[in-house]
């Protein structure tokens, strides 16, 4: 388990810098002209985000952490979008699942397409992934800090179904170790102690990433779409280091959850992370539950994002219906 271990100020002649921004913004402009896509309704405007990371620690840069284009989807993903959308709509009407959410991304070009993506759920253990970037940030500026050392005791969760295949026993760890313990074997634990003794340093990763407020009262409050964010930001290395985005993501391609996105791409790398979640009748019974899963496909030469988030009655159907969806994706992609 254990993986981890001259500015120059130019001044130059104002019209040619003019010039040169004049050009510069109708290259810009020519290929965005030259690659614009189509809405999915004929009414919705194509528009583009930019999260900037918006630091006090500079005063002449903002540094960009993810271009967003989620407002649109590109037209050689159509086939795509109508195999995915009949598929849905194939296991809600079986009764597999009552709500699927799907959001496809080719992680290098930042084309997507996606079913329902903007509806929302309970992300649930998926943010551990949020703890696991914020843990590393503070390692950035203090390498030592993973080795500090943090009291375990473990805790049984009756109301988590997918339960650690590895539990920890009760004991002094590094923040390091905890911290694997966390992604790989999903310990709902070893996230309350990290979130626990940094609560601020993880809601700047949600304010920072303009991620919503994990403490609204709302269950539901991300959509697939809102959580490939996390994923993106690893990927190009634009939130932490390319060290620590490259450990984050290597990290969590150990996960041990195998009976989602992993039932459909055969030997193929995935980076990932799945989340549960259940809610009860009042007379203890479930009245339904939430299973996804969502993460990095690394296809050669072309690796893509994929996030499927699902709600229905039975986990069991709920994890078939995000094995099939990743089938489907990966043998239009291999």
């Known amino acids: 388990m254990r993986k981890?271990?001259?500015?120059?100020?130019?001044?130059?002649?104002?019209?040619?810098?003019?010039?040169?921004?004049?050009?510069?913004?109708g290259i810009v402009a020519g290929w965005y002209l030259g690659n614009r896509h189509v809405a999915k309704a004929e009414n919705s405007t194509p528009s583009v985000n930019v999260i900037r990371e918006n630091s006090n620690a500079y005063r002449f840069i903002n540094p960009i952490l993810l271009v967003d284009n989620s407002g649109v989807v590109f037209n050689e993903y159509a086939p795509l979008d109508k195999e995915i959308t009949d598929l849905v709509s194939k296991e809600t009407a079986s009764g597999a699942a009552d709500k699927i959410s799907v959001y496809f991304r080719d992680i290098n070009t930042g084309k997507w397409?996606?079913?329902?993506?903007?509806?929302?759920?309970?992300?649930?253990?998926?943010?551990?992934?949020?703890?696991?970037?914020?843990?590393?940030?503070m390692a950035e500026a203090n390498p030592d800090f993973l080795n500090e050392k943090m009291?375990?005791?473990?805790?049984?969760?009756?109301?988590?179904?997918?339960?650690?295949?590895?539990?920890?026993?009760?004991?002094?760890?590094?923040i390091r170790d905890i911290m694997l313990q966390m992604i790989i074997e999903s310990d709902?634990?070893?996230m309350k102690i990290l979130n626990?003794?940094?609560?601020?340093?993880?809601?700047?990763?949600?304010?920072?990433?303009?991620?919503?407020?994990?403490?609204?009262?709302?269950?539901?409050?991300?959509?697939?779409?809102m959580y490939s964010r996390i994923f993106r930001t690893l990927y190009s290395s634009t939130y932490?280091?390319?060290?620590?985005?490259?450990?984050?993501?290597?990290?969590?391609?150990?996960?041990?959850?195998?009976?989602?996105?992993?039932?459909?791409?055969?030997?193929t790398q995935v980076s990932h992370k799945f989340g549960e979640h259940t809610v009860l009748n009042s007379n203890g019974t479930p009245a339904y539950?939430?299973?996804?899963?969502?993460?990095?496909?690394?296809?050669?030469?072309?690796?893509?994002?994929?996030?499927?988030?699902?709600?229905?009655q039975n986990f069991a159907e709920l994890q078939k219906v995000i094995g099939d969806i990743s089938t489907l994706v990966y043998k239009e992609q291999e």
């Open 188 to 190: 709902n634990q070893a």
């Open 113 to 137: 397409t996606g079913t329902n993506e903007t509806e929302l759920y309970s992300p649930a253990s998926m943010l551990k992934v949020i703890t696991l970037l914020a843990y590393l940030k």
């Open 151 to 174: 009291e375990y005791v473990p805790v049984d969760d009756p109301g988590q179904f997918y339960k650690p295949e590895h539990p920890m026993v009760a004991g002094s760890y590094s």
């Open 196 to 225: 626990d003794a940094h609560p601020d340093a993880i809601l700047s990763v949600y304010k920072e990433l303009e991620l919503p407020d994990p403490n609204t009262p709302a269950d539901d409050f991300m959509s697939a779409e």
């Open 4 to 25: 981890s271990a001259r500015f120059d100020h130019v001044i130059g002649n104002k019209g040619l810098w003019r010039a040169f921004g004049l050009i510069v913004i």
């Open 289 to 312: 539950r939430e299973l996804h899963d969502c993460g990095i496909v690394y296809v050669p030469g072309h690796p893509y994002f994929l996030c499927v988030m699902t709600k229905g």
């Open 240 to 267: 932490l280091s390319r060290e620590y985005s490259e450990q984050a993501l290597e990290l969590l391609s150990y996960t041990s959850f195998d009976q989602g996105l992993v039932q459909g791409t055969g030997t």
